[in-house]
């Protein structure tokens, strides 16, 4: 018996989309830093984990669009313990979300390599092909905005400049 199956409809301009929509709120946070003439800590705090957590939503809303067009990608991921993962979700949840989940919490734990080797199994659209001053920066990064968010602490020189700095590398990793 022939098994009709539904065609998997993919557009790579959706995910051109996210990583335009990325790069475009970015350059609107690029755009209002040279326009303020003094930021107060709370908020150059604030953007500084801001940016971050718009990398992070990226490749997590890229990873999962590639996931549903195609489920099939599931089998290049190396699940190291099922029973947790499974056991985290409700029994409806779908696959696909348990495993965007999963990818989306290792970021607070993985290392920006293993993230972007791990992004680039699915997505394969060459994250993981960043020069490793980038991934250096970026791992730097991540550490900070962790330091900020879970302790407080941060750089004694955060200001403008350094904000900028982060934006730039974010982008330019985008668009690699």
Same mark, same amino acid.
């Given at each position: ?15 051109? $989309?996210i990583?335009n929509?990325t790069v475009?709120?970015?350059?609107t ?6 326009s303020?003439t003094y930021?107060?800590?709370?908020i ?8 971050y957590?718009?990398f992070?939503?990226?490749?997590y ?12 990608t599931? $089998? ?15 029994l ?10 999963t990818f989306?919490?290792?970021f607070?734990?993985?290392g920006?390599?293993?993230?972007l080797?791990?992004?680039?199994k ?7 092909t960043?020069?490793d001053?980038i991934?250096?920066e970026l ?5 900070e905005?962790n330091l ?6 941060l750089l004694?020189?955060l ?5 900028? $700095?982060?934006?730039?590398?974010? $982008?330019?990793?985008?668009k690699?």
């Amino acid at each position: 018996m022939n098994v009709i199956s539904k065609p998997n409809i993919f557009i790579i301009s959706d995910i051109q $989309k996210i990583f335009n929509s990325t790069v475009e709120d970015l350059e609107t946070i690029e755009q209002d830093l040279k326009s303020m003439t003094y930021m107060s800590s709370w908020i150059l705090k604030s953007t500084y984990v801001h940016i971050y957590s718009i990398f992070e939503a990226t490749l997590y809303q890229t990873y999962y669009k590639i996931l549903l067009a195609f489920p099939d990608t599931i $089998k290049n991921i190396k699940i190291d313990n099922i029973g947790d993962m499974v056991s985290s979700h409700s029994l409806m949840t779908p696959l696909v979300e348990m495993v965007a989940s999963t990818f989306a919490r290792d970021f607070a734990y993985g290392g920006i390599n293993d993230i972007l080797n791990n992004y680039n199994k699915i997505v394969q659209i060459g994250l993981n092909t960043i020069d490793d001053q980038i991934k250096t920066e970026l791992e730097k990064y991540k550490n900070e905005r962790n330091l900020l968010v879970h302790q407080g602490m941060l750089l004694n020189n955060l200001n403008q400049d350094v904000i900028s $700095k982060r934006i730039k590398l974010i $982008k330019n990793t985008l668009k690699e």
